[in-house]
């Protein structure tokens, strides 16, 4: 299989000191005039974390109370989450659910008794969990950031936004749980199975022209929006083995709302439906019955298609970025990918970073799939 770095490139062009040992029960006593040895305290043992700012924090100790917080939080909790360290030191999270889902709320037994706070929680929110480390995505470190700034709490930046960065945050994290085998145990995972998809991808020649849509319907105004070319959602189409019929649109440096008039205008081969709030496979039945939709040809040949999911839809930078990339190579190259079993894939992907069975995984996961899992 080609190594993880250069086949990525391909395809988007481009670790105290002890007491003293404790006198014998039957050791004669020191005579008066013999000083007794000095107690030297444990110190702790102070860590340096290198962020994704390429900032060095010094702590004093390896953290024991984490606070995560801010927007697109679940993209750093559902990655801490695969750390065991990870529920023990959690003193308080922002809301870690999506819509009505929230992961981190079945798997942590103790989340209830955690504080819970505010999307946009204050310095002084955050303070009152008496936080060690507070752990931000680098966009907030001129606002956030700089108001913990006069507190001194120690503040680590991550993004979680890129499968490179992806690789490098696990790294960091490594660093604050003190755990870098479980780093590379999860890093590797994730190159592996991005190798195993290029790798079967390898001989493609066609990269059938694909549009991705992110359907919002605020107040009943219905909007269909593209991502930007550098976010996980193109990416995600790139490394398939797809052609993302948006990226000449020069869209900003978030979605960008477009009009039925341009979605007819690009003709793609296949249009992906992600909805965060609702299923998109309901959206997508909605739009079959459409008649403005049923011009399409994608519709007419059956490609009109609700990206999957489960808690949390597939194709975000969250952790299961990685089965949104399976799926859709599936999709845009069935015979490279035949016989592979989606549910399979995402059962492995709970129990290799999660440590949760079978039974867990049928009980509580599966039930929440949605979209289109053929």
């Not at 490139?9 to 050791?27: K, Q």
């Not at 939709?293 to 194709?315: C, I, K, T």
């Amino acid at each position: 299989m080609k190594p993880f770095w250069s086949a990525l490139l391909v395809f988007l062009v481009a670790a105290g000191c002890s007491a003293s040992p404790a006198l014998s029960p039957t050791a004669p006593p020191m005579a008066a005039n013999v000083e007794a040895p000095t107690v030297i305290p444990r110190t702790p043992t102070s860590i340096t974390i290198t962020d994704s700012l390429g900032r060095q924090v010094l702590l004093p100790d390896v953290p024991q109370r984490i606070v995560i917080t801010g927007k697109a939080l679940i993209m750093i909790v559902d990655a801490a989450y695969m750390f065991p360290e990870a529920p023990g030191r959690m003193a308080a999270l922002g809301n870690a659910g999506q819509g009505t889902s929230n992961f981190i709320s079945l798997i942590d037994p103790d989340y209830a008794g955690k504080a819970t706070l505010q999307q946009d929680a204050s310095a002084e929110q955050i303070a009152s969990a008496r936080p060690d480390l507070v752990l931000l995505k680098s966009y907030l470190a001129e606002t956030v950031g700089k108001s913990l700034e006069p507190l001194t709490i120690p503040v680590v930046y991550v993004d979680f936004e890129t499968p490179d960065q992806y690789q490098r945050d696990l790294a960091i994290l490594g660093q604050v749980f003190q755990n870098p085998v479980r780093a590379e145990e999860v890093a590797s995972y994730y190159r592996e199975a991005v190798d195993h998809v290029l790798s079967a991808l390898e001989n493609v020649t066609t990269r059938p022209r694909t549009l991705l849509l992110y359907h919002t319907d605020r107040d009943g105004a219905v909007a269909f929006n593209v991502p930007p070319l550098a976010w996980m959602q193109t990416q995600l189409v790139q490394l398939a083995g797809g052609e993302p019929v948006w990226s000449g649109a020069n869209p900003g440096s978030g979605w960008t709302k477009v009009t039925m008039e341009q979605i007819a205008a690009w003709d793609a081969d296949m249009v992906l439906i992600v909805s965060y709030t609702e299923n998109p496979s309901d959206v997508v039945a909605e739009l079959k019955a459409d008649p403005q939709w049923r011009e399409l040809r994608a519709v007419q040949e059956g490609n009109l298609l609700a990206f999957p999911g489960d808690l949390y839809s597939w194709d975000q930078p969250d952790a299961r970025w990685i089965l949104g990339l399976f799926w859709l190579a599936q999709r845009l190259h069935p015979e490279q990918l035949a016989g592979a079993d989606i549910v399979q894939e995402a059962q492995q992907f709970y129990q290799t970073l999660y440590g949760l069975d079978a039974d867990f995984f049928e009980a509580k996961i599966r039930p929440t799939f949605k979209g289109d899992m053929r």
